[in-house]
Structure formats: structure tokens, C-alpha cells
């Protein structure tokens, strides 16, 4: 009885740490940029792009190609700078500054986007309309500078929350974050169905104003650490050096590799599942956004359920679940010829997106070392970011190449995300338990 009445007031404990204002400020960052990821990245600019480029089967294809060549080119960028962020996280104890930075640049690159769309020109450039390009060119600055404020922002979780609480503190903001979605999805209200650029300055508003409490109120927890001295040359070495140490961190880098595969899958996914709703389904826009909202209540569920989950099963074993079920979700996704079971591969895809992130997040606490976590996280990113390059570059092609069959383009495209998961299930099976357990 005694043991039970430890355990609740555990939780109580837990729950009120939660609740206090640097973990919601933290927390409503990630309310911020989820806002950003859906209306930008995943529905509003694909969009965009259908409706400039694709007006038969064969010009959906090449639309989504564009879709997939813009975002891989980002992640190309991320790339080159993702771990040296780590290293500034390791050096600098400056995280906050580098968010707040990347945030801005990411808000104006946005609004840039929705006045160069709202004001087309007949110039163009290799027969494509120049303004366009802008837009894409943007587009991917704004991505690009997204994700690099990630990198920042997800290490900045051992700043807010500390051991086993982790789990829970993540949990509470992928879910608050999710419900950022549901927010920003507002924005359809004033768009409808037609010119959709008109949600990219409303979408970037909204991501600095929810970001506005984590640079007000979240503290650097090293603050009054001199920084060491740092070169953009030194960070590579050190990261060289780190691989070259791969074998004191066998688990770790095992990890990455299996998350290199399951991010695959998933990044892509992101990108591409507005444009497949809508041309292989038959979904308008209209059902997209309802059925992004389901899957988005299903990302908040799998957030807080795994969040619980990883606390008591341990990471290790709920990376596992979480990529079973993306598994189950892209094979009804890629069969799929009846508007109900794209809901249910939809559904499922929340509950595996809002979870891959809390359990992901936690294992990487748990498996590194803390002097080096800031470096680890980076190259976790570095890991994602990689995978985020080739799977929109094999779907893009994918597409391309196939893009006189018409829609079946877009099913072997996304059969190759399934094949992606599964590399990335069986790899994770040799990160040693010992070392998560």
C-alpha cells in the first residue's frame, strides 16, 4: 500500500513539474513550429505547388517532384551544418540565442514567400515562371532554418527536465505541440480552396507569436559559462573524432542508423501526404484538412501514451512499437483505394509521428553521455537529416520517372518509404538492450 502511495505521489511530483512556466514555454515552442511543419511543409505549399504546376495526372506527378527536390535540398543543407550545431551546443552553452536567431529568419523567409506568390510575374527562367522559383528558393531557406532551430531546441529538453522525467517533459511537449497543429490548421478558415499562398503569412505570424514565451522565459542553464573558443573547422574534427570513438559508443551510433531508415520513412511521408491525398485518394482539399486534423488528435494520443510507455518499458522497447505501427500505416497507405483506409493509415501515422519524436528524443538522453549529449544530438539530427535527403530525392525520382503511368508513380514511391521502415525496424534490433534497459 505504502509502495502504491509512493508511486502516485511520484507521478503528482512529475506532474506539477510539468506544469511550470519554462516547461510550458519550452513546450510552446514546439506548439510554434509544429504550426510552421503542418501548414507549411506538409499541406500549404504542396498545395501551392499543385495548384501552380499540376493540372492532369502526369503534371501531379512532376509537381510532387518538385515537392521532393525542394525538400531534399534543404536537408542537403542541413547536412553540411547540422553537427556543428552540436558542437556550438557543447561550446557555447548559447542555445537560446541560435533559436531565437533561426526562428526570425525562418518567419521572414515565410512572409517573403506569400508576397512574391501573391504578386506572379510572366518572367520566366528554363520555361519556369520566376516568381515560382522565389517561392520555392525560399521555401527552402525556410526550412532549412527551421530544422536547424530543432537541433537547438530538442537538446534544450535536458535544461527543463532532468532523468526519467525526461520522458514525461517530451511527451508533454510533442503533445502540446499537436495541438499547435490543430491551431494552425485554422488558417484554412481564411484560405478555402483555392490560392493557397495566402496561408504563408498568417502561418509565419503564428510561429513567432507561440515562440515569443520560450525566448522570454526559458533560461540557459549554463548562462554564466564562459565559452570555449570554437572554429567552423575545429567542429568537423571534433565530430571526426567522435566517429572514430564509434566503438565506446557502439548503441548510439547503432541508433542513428536505424533512425536514419525510420526517419526516412517518416520525413517523406510528411511531405508528400498532402499531394498523394488528393491525387491518388481523391481527396479534396477540404477532407485533407479533416482528416490532418484526426491524424493530428492521434498524434497527441501517441505522444502522451508513449510518453507513459517509454517511462515504464524504456525507450529502446518503445522506438520499436512506434515503428511497427509506421509500418502498418505505409502498407495501407500504399494500397490503399477506398477513402476509409487511407483514415486508418492516416490515423496510424499520427500515433507513430507524435511517438517516433518523445522516443526518439528520450533514448538519445538516455544512451549518451552528458558531456558529449549536446554533440550526440547534433549528430542525431545529422542522422534525420541525411535520411531526409534520400527519401524525398527516391520519391522525387520515383515519380519522375514513372510519371507517364500517372498515379501509380506515386504508389511505388511511397512502397519505397515501406521498404525504408522495415531496414530501419531490423536495424534497431542490434542497439544492445543492456545499454536502454
Not at 553540411?80 to 531565437?100: C, E, N, S, W
Not at 480552396?193 to 498568417?202: G, K, S
Not at 502498407?331 to 507524435?354: C, H, K, P
Not at 514513372?402 to 534497431?428: D, E, K
Request: a positive charge.
Amino acid at each position: 500500500m505504502n509502495v502504491e502511495l509512493a508511486k502516485e505521489k511520484k507521478l503528482s511530483n512529475s506532474l506539477k513539474m510539468i506544469f511550470t512556466l519554462p516547461i510550458i514555454s519550452w513546450a510552446l515552442y514546439d506548439f510554434a513550429n509544429t504550426i510552421f511543419s503542418s501548414n507549411i511543409i506538409t499541406i500549404f505549399f504542396p498545395f501551392y505547388l499543385q495548384e501552380v504546376v499540376g493540372s492532369n495526372e502526369v503534371l501531379n506527378q512532376i509537381a510532387s517532384t518538385f515537392i521532393s527536390y525542394a525538400n531534399a535540398i534543404a536537408s542537403f543543407l542541413l547536412v553540411v551544418f547540422t553537427p556543428l550545431y552540436g558542437v556550438l551546443i557543447d561550446r557555447k552553452a548559447q542555445k537560446k540565442k541560435y533559436i531565437v536567431t533561426f526562428t526570425l529568419i525562418t518567419v521572414i523567409a515565410t512572409v517573403l514567400m506569400g508576397i512574391i506568390a501573391r504578386f506572379p510575374t510572366e518572367n520566366t527562367f528554363l520555361q519556369v515562371p520566376l516568381h515560382l522559383l522565389f517561392v520555392v528558393l525560399l521555401f527552402i531557406i525556410a526550412k532549412f532554418f527551421y530544422h536547424s532551430s530543432l537541433v537547438f531546441y530538442d537538446s534544450m529538453i535536458s535544461n527543463v527536465g532532468q532523468g526519467k522525467n525526461i520522458s514525461l517533459v517530451s511527451g508533454f511537449g510533442v503533445a502540446v505541440g499537436y495541438v499547435g497543429t490543430l491551431v494552425g490548421l485554422t488558417v484554412y478558415l481564411y484560405v478555402g480552396n483555392e490560392d493557397y499562398h495566402r496561408a504563408f503569412i498568417p502561418s509565419a505570424l503564428l510561429f513567432f507569436l507561440f515562440a515569443l514565451p520560450l525566448f522570454f522565459f526559458v533560461k540557459e542553464q549554463n548562462a554564466s559559462i564562459k565559452p570555449k573558443p570554437f572554429s567552423f573547422f575545429a567542429g568537423y574534427k571534433e565530430i571526426i573524432v567522435t566517429f572514430k570513438e564509434m566503438k565506446q559508443y557502439r548503441s548510439i551510433f547503432t541508433f542513428m542508423v536505424a533512425y536514419f531508415f525510420l526517419n526516412d520513412a517518416i520525413a517523406t511521408t510528411i511531405a508528400m501526404m498532402a499531394i498523394y491525398a488528393k491525387t491518388i485518394v481523391g481527396f479534396s482539399s477540404g477532407q485533407f484538412i479533416l482528416l490532418y486534423l484526426f491524424s493530428t488528435v492521434s498524434s497527441i494520443i501517441g505522444s502522451f501514451l508513449f510518453g507513459i510507455i517509454s517511462s515504464k518499458k524504456g525507450p529502446y522497447r518503445s522506438v520499436h512499437y512506434v515503428g511497427l505501427l509506421l509500418v502498418i500505416a505505409l502498407i495501407m497507405g500504399t494500397i490503399s483505394t477506398a477513402e476509409w483506409q487511407f483514415w486508418v493509415a492516416g490515423s496510424l501515422f499520427g500515433v507513430a509521428l507524435g511517438a517516433m519524436w518523445v522516443t526518439s528524443r528520450a533514448l538519445i538522453v538516455e544512451l549518451t553521455p552528458e558531456e558529449k549529449r549536446g554533440q550526440f544530438f547534433g549528430l542525431f539530427a545529422f542522422s534525420g537529416k541525411i535520411s531526409a535527403i534520400i527519401g524525398p530525392l527516391i520519391y522525387g525520382s520515383i515519380t519522375l520517372v514513372f510519371a507517364s503511368y500517372g498515379n501509380i508513380a506515386s504508389r511505388l514511391a511511397l512502397s519505397s518509404l515501406l521498404i525504408m521502415a522495415l531496414i530501419g525496424l531490423w536495424v534497431h534490433r542490434f542497439v544492445k538492450r543492456e545499454a536502454t534497459e
